[in-house]
């Protein structure tokens, strides 16, 4: 299976700030890679496919980046109601694989 | 408007059975691949299983850690998807997620979830 590696694993940020998160694949998965938030108690929101790709009705600020092996998601001007934990996915492969996932945290 | 309703979770003994429903609503349910993927306590996501859609013959997948004991299934007449689980353990205590799959093909993630429903595996 290809393992996803997030990095951080809590990431502590203040309203206004500029977030980014890493993702790295143990193998390439060209651009089949995903990142979802998720919030205490709920399902998983879709945010980026394809790496870089806006989910429709995702704010902006939220953007993917990478290629091959290397991934990131970055969050311009974090709001309130981004504090919550991210996780990305690869969908290249069986079996499908998330990151281990990023609290992000209120400073 | 697109929805996905689990029922069906519970406490169930270690080494029993149990079936997860899942209801979709406001699309062609045959036209998608449909997913299960669960979430233990405090835990990460795990993805548990695949069926792909018709034009793909409702083919399926399974993680290693759930192949040989759950099974998923659909009745495309009602827009059911199904996870029968048997020979529960301790570790299949989890959130069980029924998810869409964007698009009509398996290179897209999952753009719709249900609420998710626990099960919970203790004696």
């Known amino acids: 299976d290809i393992q996803m590696t997030q990095s951080p694993s809590t990431l502590s940020a203040s309203v206004g700030d500029r977030v980014t998160i890493t993702c790295r694949a143990s193998q390439s998965i060209n651009n089949y890679l995903a990142w979802y938030q998720q919030k205490p108690g709920k399902a998983p929101k879709l945010l980026i496919y394809?790496?870089?790709s806006l989910q429709s009705g995702v704010p902006s600020r939220f953007s993917g980046s990478g290629s091959g092996t290397g991934f990131t998601l970055t969050i311009s001007n974090l709001q309130p109601d981004d504090f919550a934990t991210y996780y990305c996915q690869q969908y290249n492969s069986y079996s499908l694989t998330f990151g281990g996932g990023t609290k992000v945290e209120i400073k | 408007e697109v929805q996905l309703v689990e029922s069906g979770g519970g406490l169930v003994q270690p080494g029993g059975s149990l079936r997860l429903s899942c209801e979709a609503s406001g699309f062609t349910c045959s036209d998608h691949y449909m997913d299960w993927v669960r979430q233990a306590p405090g835990k990460g996501l795990e993805w548990v299983a695949r069926s792909r859609n018709k034009a793909n013959s409702y083919t399926t997948e399974y993680a290693a850690s759930v192949k040989g004991r759950f099974t998923i299934s659909r009745d495309n007449s009602k827009n059911f998807l199904y996870l029968q689980m048997n020979s529960l353990t301790t570790e299949d205590t989890a959130v069980y997620y029924c998810?869409?799959?964007?698009?009509?093909?398996?290179?897209?993630?999952?753009?719709?979830w249900g609420q998710g429903t626990l099960v919970t595996v203790s004696s």
């Open positions: 394809q790496a870089s």
């Open positions: 998810a869409r799959v964007r698009d009509s093909d398996g290179w897209f993630p999952f753009d719709y």
